[in-house]
């Protein structure tokens, strides 16, 4: 008796085995939402009136997170990231720094001057923001270049 109900459940199958696809296809859709949402993006608002300068030897920054960003013009103007915020001199960007430092820390991040001087700026003026920084407590200091010829 027992071994006719093991040959007809051996036996008996001709039924193809089928995987419903449809809980992994929901299950990657969520994970996808999830990466999306949990990302951050990081934007540095250009100056459009500031060109700066080609270095062909240039690298692209593996991480923007904490970058405190100062505009050079080709006047010596000094202005933030956000184009309205213009320093009339160099205690001006130290008390800048001074508070925007104070905000990436409270993240947990480095804070890092990101100095996006025009290629015709003198250097004394990029020294100016460097010095700036400095006072303010922040001493690591990028720089932003193109590394190629920008067509116009």
Do not use: C, W
């Amino acid at each position: 008796m027992a071994s006719n109900k093991l040959r007809r459940a051996v036996a008996g199958g001709d039924d193809e085995l089928k995987v419903d696809m449809s809980p992994m296809i929901d299950m990657v859709f969520l994970l996808l939402i999830f990466f999306i949402v949990a990302s951050t993006v990081i934007v540095v608002k250009q100056d459009p009136k500031v060109e700066p300068p080609v270095a062909r030897s240039s690298k692209k920054a593996a991480d923007g997170k904490g970058r405190i960003v100062i505009n050079i013009r080709k006047d010596g103007t000094y202005r933030a990231e956000i184009s309205s915020v213009e320093f009339a001199d160099a205690e001006a960007i130290t008390d800048y720094v001074k508070k925007k430092k104070d905000e990436e820390e409270a993240k947990g991040l480095v804070p890092v001057i990101h100095v996006r001087g025009d290629k015709g700026v003198s250097f004394k003026y990029v020294r100016t923001v460097i010095r700036a920084s400095a006072a303010a407590g922040v001493d690591n200091v990028v720089f932003s270049v193109y590394g190629f010829e920008k067509k116009k």
